[in-house]
């Protein structure tokens, strides 16, 4: 055995200058030079080389595209690369990966069709232009066959689709629950942990540069709904409908219902989840309280982590960061690796791999089942808390656990905490609506759904 001092990617193995004339090079270019793209451009920088030992890759970006001519001097990019145009990038006939990272759904759609329609194999982060437009996009795809990466559209660095789509192929995966978004994770830890207000913790979420550009997107639910309709209809290899989905954010969570939750064994999430039953799927995204023995409640902060339930290898979880420069990058790169060792060897084009062999129906979310938080404000008098349960067992809902908070001063109502057994979305949608209609309760009563396991 022969070693190379000061080479690690060779240590172990003969020296042989062959391997470097192997070396195969695959021009990128790329669309739009923002957050991710930096992290992208430093990524390539910095590793280009060990990407090549490790790959036979010699990955060359020959051009960049974006509007913003000041983002090169920042970047130090090149003036001979850079371009205002994304036509030069797209129609450049040396380039056979374009890294589309244009955000939104419009321009970004265009763009991404016409480099399909160029033949061009395609990388992108965008996760709303996938859940949106995915049917359409991998149509086109199939159609002019080329390769399409997106792993990182969900869960920023943690290489979630390649291990759906590749290391569990043997795997009937039954369920996805995921912890997809950092700024709500990271607003409802700061909560939780620093007893601060909603208002509070959003703005330091912001200044920390993760949120969206536009905060109603991650506060709101529909970040973490992009990103389950994708994995969801990988993982079940099903066209999944956006617009289907449930999707409840996290603005009505109170500091108040955080505490009770902590005191009962809970940590509050913003879950997005996903299961196969016998006569569809189910996709939903909703706060929920999940139990400190599940190892989701330990994700905290920023972090981001999916659990699969799947019936040979049983339940895995995948954890790490899911947003940023960095982490986002890595996933990127490693789709533009991929992508390019697929059209540089001469395996026969694989279009199962952006197909779907089935077309599940899409289940109505009021046939979700699950266990239930509720807290009424109700009159502290006789007969009122057997007056609310007799509405809950009216419709079907089973109580497991009942508490009468005392509050510090002297209220006229008092807050009511029902656990409840399994229950019906449609049952307890229906007894919210009878308990709120009551004379003796005050307000719009909480309901979070609780997830143990
Ligand atoms: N706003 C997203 C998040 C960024 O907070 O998770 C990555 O998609």
């Known amino acids: 055995m022969v070693t190379t001092p000061g080479d ?8 042989d200058s062959s391997k470097e004339n192997a070396m195969k090079n695959v021009k990128i270019g790329i ?21 090549g030992k490790k790959s036979g890759i010699d990955i060359e970006i020959k051009k960049i595209a974006d509007k913003a001519a000041e983002r ?3 970047l130090n990019i090149p003036a001979s690369i850079f371009t205002p145009d994304a036509d030069d990038v797209i129609s450049d006939p040396d380039i056979r990966i374009v890294v589309q990272l244009i955000g939104g759904t419009t321009v970004s759609r265009e763009l991404m069709l016409k480099a399909i329609s160029h033949k061009k194999n395609i990388v992108t982060a965008n996760k709303a232009l996938l859940a949106e437009h995915g049917v359409e996009i991998f149509k086109a795809v199939v159609k002019e066959e080329v390769e399409f990466g997106y792993e990182a559209s969900v869960g920023g660095g943690i290489p979630i689709i390649k291990t759906i ?5 043997g795997n009937q995966i039954d369920k996805v629950i995921g912890i997809v978004n950092g700024t709500t994770n ?8 620093e007893d601060l207000s909603f208002d509070e913790a959003l703005k330091i979420a912001q200044e920390l540069g993760f949120a969206e550009a536009d905060p109603y997107l991650d506060v709101s639910g529909w970040d973490a709904c992009h990103k389950i309709t994708i994995l969801s209809s990988l993982a079940f290899n099903t066209p999944v409908d956006m617009s289907k989905v449930f999707v409840e954010g996290i603005e009505g969570i109170h500091m108040k219902d955080i505490q009770y939750a902590d005191e009962l064994g809970f940590v509050p999430k913003l879950l997005a989840i996903a299961e196969r039953h016998d006569n569809g799927v189910l996709v939903r995204v909703h706060p929920s309280l999940v139990s400190k023995e599940n190892p989701l409640a330990a994700v905290s902060w920023e972090d981001n982590a999916i659990m699969l339930y799947s019936d040979f290898l049983g339940k895995s979880m995948y954890y790490g960061k899911g947003a940023g420069a960095k982490p986002t990058a890595s996933a990127v790169v490693g789709d533009i690796t991929d992508i390019a060792l697929k059209i540089t060897s001469k395996t026969e084009y694989n279009k199962n791999r952006y197909s779907f062999y089935q077309d599940l129906q899409q289940k109505d979310f009021e046939t979700s089942r699950t266990k239930f938080y509720f807290r009424f404000s109700a009159l502290d008098r006789p007969g009122i808390l057997s007056k609310i349960a007799g509405i809950l067992g009216k419709n079907n809902i089973s109580i497991a656990s009942v508490i009468q908070k005392e509050t510090e001063e002297e209220f006229e109502h008092v807050p009511l905490v ?18 709120d209609g009551l004379s003796e ?3 719009k009563s909480i309901k979070i759904r609780v997830i143990e396991g």
């Open 165 to 169: 789509r590749e290391s569990l192929v």
């Open 441 to 443: 309760v005050e307000g």
């Open 72 to 74: 090169r001097k920042l």
């Open 8 to 15: 690690p990617g060779c240590v172990g193995f003969p020296e």
């Open 186 to 193: 990271f607003i409802l830890t700061k909560m939780m942990r």
């Open 418 to 435: 029902i656990l409840t057994h399994e229950a019906l979305e449609a049952d307890t949608r229906r007894a919210v609506k009878e308990i």
């Open 31 to 51: 669309l739009g030079i923002g957050t991710v793209g930096a992290g992208v451009y430093e990524l390539l920088e910095k590793h280009k080389k060990v990407i």
